[in-house]
């Protein structure tokens, strides 16, 4: 019975901290606006500089609206699928992904290594890829659910089975995906309403992550203090170390 438990602080943080790190980039006017210091599209820029993946950045920053809402949208959809257990292992794997990118895009020259915090996020989702969710999660409560539905002693079990919790996790993703379309919805309207978050306190490119070389921050040698806080210009120095930071 503990072991079942074990893995739902993990996944309640994940979840919240995805969650978080989407709405927070949709609140944000400033990091869908080209020429904010702050955009998703000077990040980009910033980060290929010293980026193994320097290309890829590139070519991204020419279509970096859509990035930034694309990476918005997924934090979003991973947190909220992690959270509720629902498509468990899809959430986590991609979770992965994002912290891979993210790793490569913002942190890859954190020094030492274990000072950027999104290499600890890639390696945090393998239990739940591996594992899976554990208790109370929709994926376990659907399939529960369809077993009750088909009845021990009919024929065909395992295929009405197998179709009814296609079905119901079908339903599910539907409502989530409609409760999650609401929350994005919401946090860009309210965003823009108030006018957005100020630049002094940016959403950063990574959920938990400072922002790379074009916001001020404390693993550049050029610059002052700043994220998840701060902003300025892009610096010319490679980041040499980078501590943990709160969600983006």
Same mark, same amino acid.
């Given at each position: 019975?503990?072991?079942?438990?074990?893995l739902v602080p993990l996944r309640v943080f994940l979840g919240v901290t995805f969650a978080?790190?989407?709405?927070?980039?949709?609140?944000?006017?400033?990091?869908?606006?080209?020429?904010?210091?702050?955009?998703?599209?000077?990040?980009?820029?910033?980060?290929?500089?010293?980026?193994?993946?320097?290309?890829?950045?590139?070519?991204?920053?020419?279509?970096?609206?859509?990035?930034?809402?694309?990476?918005?949208?997924?934090?979003?959809?991973?947190?909220?699928?992690? +959270?509720? &257990?629902?498509?468990?292992?899809?959430?986590?794997?991609? &979770? +992965?992904?994002?912290?891979?990118?993210?790793?490569?895009?913002?942190?890859?020259?954190?020094?030492?290594?274990?000072?950027?915090?999104?290499?600890?996020?890639?390696?945090?989702?393998?239990?739940? +890829?591996?594992? &899976?969710?554990?208790?109370?999660?929709?994926?376990?409560?659907?399939?529960?659910?369809? &077993?009750?539905?088909?009845?021990?002693?009919?024929?065909?079990?395992?295929?009405?089975?197998?179709?009814?919790?296609?079905?119901?996790?079908?339903?599910?993703?539907?409502?989530?995906?409609?409760?999650?379309?609401?929350?994005?919805?919401?946090?860009?309207?309210?965003?823009?309403?108030?006018?957005?978050?100020p630049s002094r306190a940016p959403a950063s490119l990574a959920a938990g992550t400072a922002?790379?070389?074009?916001?001020?921050?404390?693993?550049?040698?050029?610059?002052?203090?700043?994220?998840?806080?701060?902003?300025?210009?892009?610096?010319?120095?490679?980041?040499?170390?980078?501590?943990?930071?709160?969600?983006?």
């Open positions: 019975m503990t072991r079942n438990w074990a978080f790190a989407g709405l927070q980039k949709l609140a944000n006017p400033d990091f869908f606006r080209s020429s904010s210091p702050i955009s998703i599209q000077s990040q980009l820029l910033g980060a290929a500089r010293h980026s193994p993946i320097h290309p890829v950045l590139t070519a991204l920053g020419h279509v970096a609206v859509l990035v930034g809402v694309l990476l918005a949208l997924g934090e979003l959809a991973v947190g909220l699928g992690t +959270l509720a &257990g629902l498509h468990a292992r899809v959430a986590a794997v991609g &979770g +992965l992904l994002i912290s891979l990118g993210l790793f490569l895009s913002v942190s890859f020259h954190s020094s030492p290594y274990y000072t950027g915090s999104d290499i600890v996020f890639l390696f945090a989702w393998t239990p739940l +890829l591996v594992a &899976g969710p554990g208790p109370f999660s929709a994926d376990a409560l659907l399939a529960g659910r369809a &077993g009750r539905g088909t009845g021990a002693a009919s024929a065909g079990t395992g295929a009405d089975m197998e179709r009814r919790t296609l079905l119901l996790r079908a339903g599910a993703t539907a409502a989530l995906g409609a409760a999650g379309a609401v929350a994005a919805g919401l946090a860009a309207g309210i965003g823009r309403l108030v006018g957005g978050t922002p790379p070389p074009t916001a001020a921050t404390t693993t550049t040698t050029a610059q002052p203090p700043g994220p998840p806080s701060g902003s300025a210009s892009p610096s010319t120095a490679p980041p040499t170390t980078q501590a943990p930071r709160p969600p983006g």
